[in-house]
C-alpha cells in the first residue's frame, strides 16, 4: 500500500526557515515523482516544488525560487522542502505527493498524498 507521511511543520517568524520531510511506504520510493504543494485558506491547492525519479529534474513555483529547495533521498526513502527567508504569504497546509504517470507542478498529475503539515509565518 502507497503510503506518505510527513513531519516537519512549524510556526516561524517572517525570514525564519523550516524543513518538511516527508517519508514513501510501498512502493519504489527512487522510480517515482515526488512534489510538495500547498494550500492556504480558501485558496486552491498549488504546486510548489517537485523532483523527478532519479533526481534528473527539478520544477519550482516562481513564487518560491530562491527560497525554497526541494532534494530527495532515495535510500532513505524520504523527499525533503528546505524553506526559507519564509514570508507571511507562504503560511499554508503543505502536502508531499506522488504521481504515477508524470511530473511537474499541476496537482492533477498526482494522486497519492501526504497527510499535510501546517506551516505558519507571521509577521
Known amino acids: 500500500q502507497w503510503q506518505l507521511t510527513q513531519s516537519g511543520g512549524s510556526s516561524v517568524q517572517a525570514g525564519g526557515s523550516v524543513r518538511l520531510s516527508c517519508a514513501g511506504s510501498?512502493?519504489?520510493?527512487?522510480?517515482?515523482?515526488m512534489a510538495w504543494f500547498r494550500q492556504a485558506p480558501d485558496k486552491s491547492r498549488e504546486g510548489v516544488a517537485a523532483i523527478s525519479g532519479g533526481s534528473r529534474r527539478v520544477y519550482l513555483a516562481d513564487s518560491v525560487k530562491g527560497r525554497f529547495n526541494i532534494s530527495r533521498d532515495d535510500e532513505e526513502r524520504t523527499l525533503y522542502l528546505q524553506m526559507s527567508s519564509l514570508k507571511p504569504e507562504d503560511s499554508a497546509i503543505y502536502f508531499c505527493?506522488?504521481?504515477?504517470w508524470g511530473c511537474g507542478l499541476a496537482v492533477e498529475s498526482f494522486n497519492i498524498w501526504g497527510q499535510g503539515t501546517q506551516v505558519t509565518v507571521s509577521s
Open positions: 510501498g512502493f519504489m520510493f527512487g522510480t517515482y515523482c
Open positions: 505527493a506522488t504521481s504515477t
